[in-house]
Structures are given as structure tokens and as C-alpha cells.
């Protein structure tokens, strides 16, 4: 297929996707499925329109969802405004580092013994395979920042966080891999102290910084100068400069785009605290200074000032960054679909029901004790840990720091197989539960009101 071939397909299958937006977030299948079934479609099963080898193109693919994935970091973080004293923050942080050490250890010991693959291998494995995806996770991430829903939250602040730890896990695994002899003390310090410590650290230092400091300067910028001008680069200057500065200095780029979200929410409130809004309708107070916002008049109930300035700020990173996010999120969706010709791997889809129904409910139920958390909150956390495009920049990132060998493209493939098996056992699982968790949730407010 022609250039003009290839514009009119993508073209068609946007006109597409545009016009059944509404039966899509009523109905079972999401977005990422169809283009999932798209990209499967054009690949070497059907039409055979494109072929793509993961490891031949490693290097772009690693690139393509390092990008992806900090954008959406960053989104999540700017989404996520309860305080972080808040229950749901501490909920998300069990779930990123506790239940995330449990899963990779739970994984790594069930591919182990069920492949027979090697220890440092089967940890590469649990390493990809564990956390969850910040970018397919907006199926059931806040939808904005007024969203307190203590699951969301939850699983928002989760899917933030867990680079922090599955990477320098997957480091660990690598380096032990394509090491001649067993890890030194040595290595394993550094490991400690350089790739986990500063890694986790820096990472949320550095971006938080950046993200108080540079939106602070914004707002300041455009309160000053009475500047109502839409300016779309601000998210994409606060993503690339926190990943890369974060990166430069050996810490988390990905942890960093989060807390640069994070950053800039913080300076948000603190300006709509100091300078609250009046002749507010009771429905608006307290509501994020974005909403307060009108983006075609752009202007605030009071006209001027520093909350004029940091809503359009805010919400001009939000417009931006959502569409960055998709768009992402939509081209990787299709080249995995395109992928899964050529690494389809059956014991993926065992190992796919080992980590959704055993080993990442056990790890969620396990590091969730004496949270005092309901039993049916906690099965759903559980249940909804989609993986997805974090892990697809894990298996990149694996094949450009010495991954290779035919035991190592079969725990490739079994990894591709069950990314897949995530996108659609929870996209078609996640409306029917929330809508279910939605209707226990409003029947007990009615019961409530009754009494």
C-alpha cells in the first residue's frame, strides 16, 4: 500500500473511531481493543499489509513508548489533586512498591518452574510483566481532577508510581543475566544506592521541582502581563525537560514526569487557595481553578489575576497532553496488534491467567492488609491491573541492553501474548464493573438517605 493508501486508512479509521466514540464507552469493547483488532487485521494474519520484528526495531519501539508513557505520567499526575495525606495516596503506594515486589517475585517463580527458563531470565520476565500500565490505564484512572474516587485514585497514583520499581528490578535482573559470573556485593550496591535509592529519589524530586517551579513561573507570566494566549508547549516543554534532566542524571525519567504533574497541580492549589474565587455557585467551590475556566472566553467569575492565569495554565497542559496521550496510546495499540503474527507465544495466555487470577490478587490482597479496606475494594484493585505499553517499553528496553537467544525471544513472545490478553480480558471486563461498582455505590447513598 501507497503513502495516500496508508493516509486514507488512518484517516478512515479515526472518521471511524470519532463517530462511534458514544456506542464505544457505552458498550463492552474499548477504544484500544479496536485498534488492537485493526493492527491484527493489516498484520501478517489477514491482509499481511505489515510485518514488524520487535527486536529488529527495538530501539524505535523503546523510544515511540518512553514518550507515550511520560506523557501520560505526566497527565495522570496533573489529574490526581486529593492531598497527600489522603488514604488513597498511601493505598497507591502499597500497590507500587509492596504488591509490586510481590507480583515480580510471584511471576518470576511461576514462569520458573512452568518454562523451566533461568532465575535471572524468569526475573526479566516478572520485571516486564508486573506493573501497571499508566497509559491503558485510563480506562479506569480519574477522568479529571475533581475525581476522588478512592479506586481510581488508587490505581492512578499505582500506575504513577510503579516504574519506581519494576524498572530498577529489570535492571537488576539484565545486569545479573548477561553477567559472566553471580552479582558481586558490589553491584548489588550500587543497584541499592544508585539504580532504586537516587533512581526513586531524584526521580520525584527532580520532576516535582520542575513542575512547582516552571508552573509558578507561568502563571506568574501570564497574571502579570494579563496574558490570555493559549500556550499547548507548556506540558510538552514540562515532559521532556523533567524526563530528560531526570534521565541525565540517573534517575527516573518516568518517576520524574509523574511528580511534574503532580508539581504542577500542587502550585494550582495553592493558588486557588490563596486567592479563592467569588460570587461562586455552591456546585463550584472548592472545584479545580481549570474548571473556573472558560477556554474560548478565557476568563475566571473574577476577570483577572494569578487563578485566571494558573486555570489556563492548567488546562492548556491538560488539552495538550490528553492528545499526545491518545494519540500514542492509539499507534502502539496497532503495531502490538501487527506484532502478534510474528510473536504469539500459547504459554503466554497460562501464564496471562496465572498473573490476573492468582499472583497479582494475592500480591494486592497481601500488601493491602490493615488498610482497612473493604474486601470487594481490594478484589477489584486486584482484578484491574492492566498491562500494556509500560511493559512493551520494558521487552524494547531488555533486546537494547543485551537481551537475546531463543530462550529469551519465547519469554519475548509470552510477554507480547499476554500484554494482548490485558487489553482485552480487561478492556471488556472493566465497564461492567465499574458500572456495577457504580450502581452498590448509588443504592447504598439511596439506603443511607432513607434512614
Given at each position: 500500500?501507497?503513502?495516500l493508501?496508508?493516509?486514507?486508512?488512518?484517516?478512515?479509521?479515526?472518521?471511524?473511531?470519532?463517530?462511534?466514540?458514544?456506542?464505544?464507552?457505552?458498550?463492552?469493547?474499548?477504544?484500544?481493543?479496536?485498534?488492537?483488532?485493526?493492527?491484527?487485521?493489516?498484520?501478517?494474519?489477514?491482509l499481511?499489509?505489515?510485518?514488524?520484528?520487535?527486536?529488529?526495531?527495538?530501539?524505535?519501539?523503546?523510544?515511540?513508548t518512553?514518550?507515550?508513557?511520560?506523557?501520560?505520567?505526566?497527565?495522570t499526575?496533573?489529574k490526581?489533586?486529593?492531598?497527600?495525606?489522603?488514604?488513597?495516596?498511601?493505598?497507591?503506594?502499597?500497590?507500587a512498591f509492596?504488591?509490586m515486589?510481590?507480583?515480580?517475585?510471584?511471576?518470576?517463580?511461576?514462569?520458573?518452574w512452568?518454562?523451566?527458563?533461568?532465575?535471572?531470565?524468569?526475573?526479566?520476565f516478572?520485571?516486564?510483566?508486573?506493573?501497571?500500565?499508566?497509559?491503558l490505564a485510563?480506562?479506569?484512572?480519574?477522568?479529571?481532577a475533581r475525581?476522588?474516587?478512592?479506586?481510581?485514585?488508587?490505581?492512578?497514583?499505582?500506575a504513577g508510581?510503579?516504574?519506581?520499581?519494576?524498572?530498577?528490578?529489570?535492571?537488576?535482573?539484565?545486569?545479573?543475566?548477561?553477567?559472566?559470573?553471580?552479582p558481586s556485593?558490589?553491584?548489588?550496591?550500587?543497584?541499592?544506592?544508585?539504580?532504586?535509592?537516587?533512581?526513586?529519589?531524584?526521580?520525584?524530586?527532580i520532576?516535582?521541582?520542575?513542575?512547582r517551579?516552571?508552573?509558578?513561573?507561568?502563571?506568574?507570566?501570564?497574571?502579570?502581563?494579563?496574558?490570555t494566549?493559549?500556550?499547548?508547549?507548556?506540558?510538552?516543554?514540562?515532559i521532556?525537560?523533567?524526563y530528560?534532566?531526570a534521565?541525565?542524571l540517573?534517575?527516573?525519567?518516568?518517576?520524574a514526569?509523574?511528580?511534574?504533574?503532580?508539581?504542577?497541580?500542587?502550585?494550582?492549589?495553592?493558588?486557588?487557595?490563596?486567592?479563592?474565587?467569588?460570587?461562586?455557585?455552591?456546585?463550584?467551590w472548592?472545584?479545580?481553578?481549570?474548571?473556573?475556566v472558560?477556554?474560548?472566553?478565557?476568563?475566571?467569575?473574577?476577570?483577572?489575576?494569578?487563578?485566571?492565569?494558573?486555570?489556563?495554565?492548567?488546562?492548556?497542559?491538560?488539552?495538550?497532553?490528553?492528545?499526545?496521550?491518545?494519540?500514542f496510546?492509539?499507534?502502539?495499540?496497532?503495531?502490538?496488534?501487527?506484532?502478534?503474527?510474528?510473536?504469539?507465544?500459547?504459554?503466554g495466555?497460562?501464564?496471562?491467567?496465572?498473573?490476573?487470577?492468582i499472583?497479582?490478587?494475592?500480591?494486592?490482597?497481601v500488601?493491602?492488609?490493615?488498610?482497612?479496606?473493604?474486601?470487594m475494594?481490594?478484589?477489584?484493585?486486584g482484578?484491574?491491573?492492566i498491562?500494556?505499553?509500560?511493559s512493551?517499553?520494558?521487552?524494547?528496553?531488555?533486546?537494547?541492553?543485551?537481551?537475546?537467544?531463543?530462550?529469551?525471544?519465547?519469554?519475548?513472545?509470552?510477554?507480547?501474548?499476554?500484554?494482548?490478553?490485558?487489553?482485552?480480558?480487561?478492556?471488556?471486563s472493566?465497564?461492567?464493573?465499574?458500572s456495577?461498582?457504580?450502581?452498590?455505590?448509588?443504592?447504598?447513598?439511596?439506603?443511607?438517605?432513607?434512614?
Amino acid at each position: 500500500m501507497e503513502f495516500l493508501g496508508w493516509t486514507a486508512a488512518v484517516g478512515g479509521l479515526l472518521l471511524i473511531m470519532a463517530l462511534v466514540s458514544g456506542w464505544i464507552h457505552r458498550g463492552p469493547i474499548t477504544a484500544f481493543g479496536i485498534y488492537l483488532v485493526a493492527g491484527i487485521v493489516c498484520g501478517p494474519w489477514v491482509l499481511n499489509l505489515l510485518v514488524l520484528d520487535v527486536t529488529a526495531y527495538a530501539p524505535w519501539i523503546g523510544r515511540i513508548t518512553e514518550i507515550a508513557m511520560a506523557a501520560s505520567l505526566f497527565i495522570t499526575g496533573l489529574k490526581l489533586r486529593l492531598p497527600f495525606k489522603d488514604p488513597a495516596w498511601r493505598m497507591g503506594i502499597r500497590l507500587a512498591f509492596p504488591a509490586m515486589i510481590l507480583t515480580v517475585a510471584g511471576v518470576t517463580a511461576a514462569v520458573h518452574w512452568l518454562t523451566g527458563f533461568s532465575w535471572p531470565l524468569s526475573l526479566v520476565f516478572g520485571a516486564i510483566v508486573a506493573p501497571t500500565d499508566p497509559v491503558l490505564a485510563s480506562l479506569i484512572s480519574v477522568n479529571d481532577a475533581r475525581d476522588d474516587d478512592n479506586l481510581r485514585v488508587s490505581l492512578s497514583s499505582e500506575a504513577g508510581m510503579n516504574d519506581g520499581t519494576a524498572l530498577p528490578i529489570l535492571m537488576l535482573a539484565m545486569a545479573w543475566l548477561t553477567a559472566s559470573q553471580p552479582p558481586s556485593l558490589a553491584m548489588l550496591g550500587h543497584w541499592v544506592l544508585v539504580d532504586v535509592a537516587w533512581s526513586l529519589l531524584g526521580g520525584l524530586g527532580i520532576g516535582y521541582g520542575l513542575g512547582r517551579f516552571i508552573s509558578h513561573f507561568a502563571t506568574y507570566l501570564k497574571s502579570s502581563r494579563e496574558d490570555t494566549v493559549p500556550n499547548d508547549f507548556l506540558a510538552l516543554a514540562l515532559i521532556a525537560l523533567s524526563y530528560a534532566v531526570a534521565q541525565g542524571l540517573d534517575a527516573s525519567g518516568f518517576l520524574a514526569a509523574f511528580a511534574a504533574g503532580v508539581g504542577l497541580r500542587r502550585t494550582e492549589l495553592g493558588v486557588i487557595t490563596r486567592h479563592p474565587p467569588n460570587n461562586l455557585a455552591e456546585q463550584d467551590w472548592g472545584a479545580p481553578a481549570e474548571v473556573l475556566v472558560n477556554p474560548n472566553r478565557r476568563h475566571t467569575p473574577e476577570g483577572e489575576g494569578p487563578l485566571r492565569s494558573v486555570g489556563l495554565v492548567v488546562s492548556d497542559a491538560l488539552s495538550f497532553g490528553d492528545t499526545m496521550e491518545r494519540l500514542f496510546a492509539a499507534g502502539i495499540i496497532l503495531l502490538l496488534g501487527v506484532t502478534l503474527a510474528l510473536h504469539w507465544q500459547a504459554m503466554g495466555l497460562l501464564m496471562a491467567a496465572i498473573v490476573f487470577l492468582i499472583v497479582r490478587p494475592l500480591s494486592v490482597f497481601v500488601a493491602t492488609i490493615g488498610t482497612g479496606v473493604p474486601r470487594m475494594h481490594r478484589a477489584m484493585i486486584g482484578w484491574l491491573g492492566i498491562r500494556g505499553i509500560g511493559s512493551i517499553n520494558y521487552i524494547a528496553w531488555a533486546y537494547t541492553h543485551g537481551l537475546a537467544g531463543q530462550e529469551a525471544t519465547r519469554m519475548a513472545d509470552m510477554a507480547f501474548t499476554l500484554i494482548v490478553a490485558s487489553v482485552v480480558v480487561h478492556g471488556v471486563s472493566v465497564s461492567p464493573l465499574m458500572s456495577w461498582r457504580q450502581a452498590r455505590i448509588t443504592a447504598a447513598a439511596d439506603q443511607q438517605n432513607k434512614r
